[in-house]
T-cell receptor, first 113, second 116 residues
Framework: ETGVTQTPRHLVMGMTNKKSLKCEQHLGHNAMYWYKQSAKKPLELMFVYSLEERVENNSVPSRFSPECPNSSHLFLHLHTLQPEDSALYLC????????????FGPGTRLTVT | AQSVTQLDSQVPVFEEAPVELRCNYSSSVSVYLFWYVQYPNQGLQLLLKYLSGSTLVESINGFEAEFNKSQTSFHLRKPSVHISDTAEYFCAVTGPYNTNAGKSTFGDGTTLTVKP
């Protein structure tokens, strides 16, 4: 595998379910990000990690819980989501935080029923 | 604070015609500028970037962008588009880590549709 991978690619879950999104980067980068991309809305930055430490939490509801066990892996744990949380969730990584381009995974298409 | 404005949400154009996708930014500090492209059902891919040096930057597939500091713009151009250029294009700005945690701000995106 190369680049940034995300699993699953598609996920349908009920509002009472608990699920996790996984992201893995094979680039040796030190920073990782979660974004939410909804139709007709700008890309929303959710969380930023640098060397496994969270450096940004953009007023995201607590039903989204990130985890970064090491610099190559990033998880987004989901529980009691709402239908408006349906979106494409994108993971990205960059070499460092300062001024570097980001490499994106293909995203997880999440549908909350 | 920094912000990005992409002036056109949709740009339809015929194949082999030139195209310009406009991007303006605002920031109180020096910035790094990027254009990303997103094809259907995929994540964003870096198209080109401006960090410093020459204000005209080019991509391998014929796109170019020019950094204009006085007009705070970073417009994307291609002299002759192909059907395969149909995609969503995002302009992004990143400030130095000590001012904005290295966080990128993305524009709302411009949908480029190339028609035969």
């Amino acid at each position: 595998e190369t680049g940034v991978t995300q699993t699953p690619r598609h996920l349908v879950m009920g509002m009472t379910n608990k699920k996790s999104l996984k992201c893995e980067q094979h680039l040796g980068h030190n920073a990782m990000y979660w974004y939410k991309q909804s139709a007709k809305k700008p890309l929303e930055l959710m969380f930023v990690y640098s060397l496994e430490e969270r450096v940004e939490n953009n007023s995201v509801p607590s039903r989204f819980s990130p985890e970064c066990p090491n610099s190559s892996h990033l998880f987004l744990h989901l529980h009691t989501l709402q239908p408006e949380d349906s979106a494409l969730y994108l993971c990205a990584s960059s070499q460092e935080l300062d001024g570097y381009e980001q490499y994106f995974g293909p995203g997880t298409r999440l549908t909350v029923t | 604070a920094q912000s990005v404005t992409q002036l056109d949400s949709q740009v339809p154009v015929f194949e082999e015609a030139p195209v310009e996708l406009r991007c303006n930014y605002s920031s109180s500090v020096s910035v790094y500028l990027f254009w990303y492209v997103q094809y259907p059902n995929q994540g964003l891919q870096l198209l080109l970037k401006y960090l410093s040096g020459s204000t005209l930057v080019e991509s391998i597939n014929g796109f170019e962008a020019e950094f204009n500091k006085s007009q705070t713009s970073f417009h994307l151009r291609k002299p002759s588009v192909h059907i395969s250029d149909t995609a969503e294009y995002f302009c992004a700005v990143t400030g130095p880590y000590n001012t904005n945690a290295g966080k990128s701000t993305f524009g709302d995106g411009t949908t480029l549709t190339v028609k035969p």
